[in-house]
């Protein structure tokens, strides 16, 4: 009998124990640790690559750059956050490092027009106008209604003394923006070269009509200085 609650005794003491520690498992604190997903950083990324584009529109271009570059690190796979760094890099004249980037860009989507518009404005300042041409036309392929690119494209004609071509290209961005007086400016310098001096002042005056500044003014002075030489005094 005694040997009997002996065990009854031993019995009780071990499921005590097992139920102690079982609450003790039960209450042990696990250390969390959070493992932000490659959805988060792509996020992430492309926000911080607005907050460049920001900063640029700001002039704070160095603050715009390092913020570009961010969103790269967090996500390279996105082609607009290396639009925005392209640009960070133009205006930081760091040119060579934005055609690199442009060309990341395009070799994940060739279907954007940006970069090469951004290409060819590059091209441009290089004074490489062929390049800048070909790459201007291809993005136009793509986004045919951008009235600066059609301007731009306009000016390399002009410069390269096609004024028909310089003249078409005018006409496609004025019927996008009619108020875009460089583009009345410039179609008239081109009709000046060409001598159609009637039709050129009749732009000028309409791109001072918009925006009256020195440029539009001398343009207009040289047109009347060989026909009107007193009143373009």
């Known amino acids: 009998m005694l040997k009997m609650k002996f065990l009854l005794k031993n019995l009780?003491?071990?499921?005590?124990?097992?139920?102690?520690?079982?609450?003790?498992?039960?209450?042990?604190?696990?250390?969390?640790?959070?493992?932000?997903?490659?959805?988060?950083?792509?996020?992430?990324?492309?926000?911080?690559?607005?907050?460049?584009?920001?900063l640029l529109s700001l002039d704070q271009l160095k603050k715009g750059h390092s913020f570009a570059k961010l969103a790269i690190t967090l996500d390279n796979k996105n082609e607009k956050n290396w639009a925005i760094l392209a640009e960070a890099q133009i205006r930081n004249n760091l040119i060579n490092d934005a055609l690199i980037s442009i060309n990341k860009g395009k070799v994940l989507n060739p279907r954007i027009g940006d970069f090469y518009f951004i290409e060819g404005s590059i091209y441009m300042q290089q004074k490489n106008l062929k390049k800048s041409k070909l790459a201007f036309k291809k993005g136009l392929e793509i986004q045919p209604e951008n009235a600066?690119?059609?301007?731009?494209?306009?000016?390399?004609?002009?410069?390269?003394?096609?004024?028909?071509?310089?003249?078409?290209?005018?006409?496609?961005?004025?019927?996008?923006?009619?108020?875009?007086?460089?583009?009345?400016?410039?179609k008239?310098?081109?009709?000046?070269?060409?001598?159609?001096k009637l039709?050129?002042?009749?732009?000028?005056?309409?791109?001072?009509?918009?925006?009256?500044?020195?440029?539009?003014?001398?343009?207009l002075a040289v047109t009347l200085q060989n026909n009107e030489p007193n009143r373009a005094v």
Do not use: C
């Open 12 to 54: 009780l003491i071990t499921i005590i124990s097992i139920s102690f520690f079982q609450i003790k498992k039960t209450e042990a604190i696990i250390p969390y640790y959070y493992i932000p997903t490659k959805d988060h950083f792509r996020e992430s990324g492309f926000l911080i690559a607005q907050k460049a584009y920001l």
């Open 148 to 186: 600066f690119v059609l301007f731009q494209l306009g000016n390399i004609f002009l410069m390269e003394k096609s004024y028909n071509n310089a003249l078409e290209e005018y006409a496609k961005a004025i019927q996008i923006k009619s108020d875009f007086w460089q583009v009345l400016n410039n």
């Open 188 to 196: 008239g310098l081109a009709l000046y070269e060409k001598n159609q």
């Open 199 to 219: 039709l050129a002042r009749e732009n000028f005056n309409k791109a001072i009509a918009i925006k009256r500044n020195g440029e539009t003014l001398l343009a």
